[in-house]
């Protein structure tokens, strides 16, 4: 069945960079794409950005400049790298796989906190 | 980037009542408009996709309705389990922008 499991250091240090993994089973990386939703504490979801089944990535716009989303077909993973980190990126950072008209398949989230 | 903008913020409404949560989109996005529901500590699940179809295994009291670039959700005869925030999304063109969510409350 389709899963998905985020995975990441928990803390991460103000300035420092964020690498975070997305590892999916039940489905290919090549057939699908697959984007990162964050949601800050009490706040709403934010989409920050995708991987497509080309391989081509879209970000978004606030975040580009220090955004970067990659992946590793033959592990079915795919990683998401911030850099310049605040504590504005304190969040619930969310994989999720789209099917053309929505997403249907979530990781449970992984908590990042940005603090010294 | 295309914005969506959500009203209301939140939203008390008895058993039974009939709800309405709309998204306005800042320009045409044609059908690609869903919809979630996020319960606490959960991730968000989908209830309606392409503006009006609703989600396999999500009550019929969801509906999704769109007149141009205004979709709504509406629930009719809320229950106890429909609390929580509803979220739309456009996914006509990247980068793809949810609205800001809905929080339901049973009064």
């Known amino acids: 069945q389709v899963q998905l499991k985020e995975s990441g250091p928990g803390l991460v240090q103000p300035s420092q960079t964020l690498s975070l993994t997305c590892t999916v089973s039940g489905f290919s990386l090549t057939s699908n794409s697959v984007h990162w939703v964050r949601q800050p504490p009490g706040k709403g979801l934010e989409w920050v950005g995708a991987i497509w089944s080309g391989g081509s990535t879209d970000y978004n716009s606030a975040l580009k400049s220090r955004l970067s989303i990659s992946r590793d077909t033959s592990k079915s993973q795919v990683f998401l790298k911030m850099n310049s980190l605040q504590t504005e990126d304190t969040a619930i950072y969310f994989c999720?796989?789209?099917?053309?008209?929505?997403?249907?398949?979530w990781g449970p989230g992984t908590m990042v906190t940005v603090s010294s | 980037d295309i914005q969506m903008t959500q009203s209301p913020a939140s939203l008390s409404a008895s058993l039974e009542e009939i709800v309405t949560i709309t998204c306005q989109a800042s320009q045409d996005i044609g059908n690609y408009l869903s919809w979630y529901q996020q319960k606490p500590g959960k991730s968000p699940q989908l209830l309606i996709h392409?503006?009006?179809s609703l989600a396999d295994g999500v009550p019929s009291r969801f509906s999704g309705s769109r007149s141009g670039t205004q979709y709504s959700l509406k629930i009719n005869r809320l229950q106890v389990e429909d609390t929580g925030i509803y979220y739309c999304?456009?996914?006509?063109?990247?980068?793809?922008?949810f609205g800001a969510g809905t929080k339901l409350e049973l009064k």
């Open positions: 999304l456009q996914h006509y063109s990247a980068p793809y922008t």
């Open positions: 999720t796989k789209f099917s053309y008209w929505y997403f249907d398949f």
């Open positions: 392409s503006a009006t």
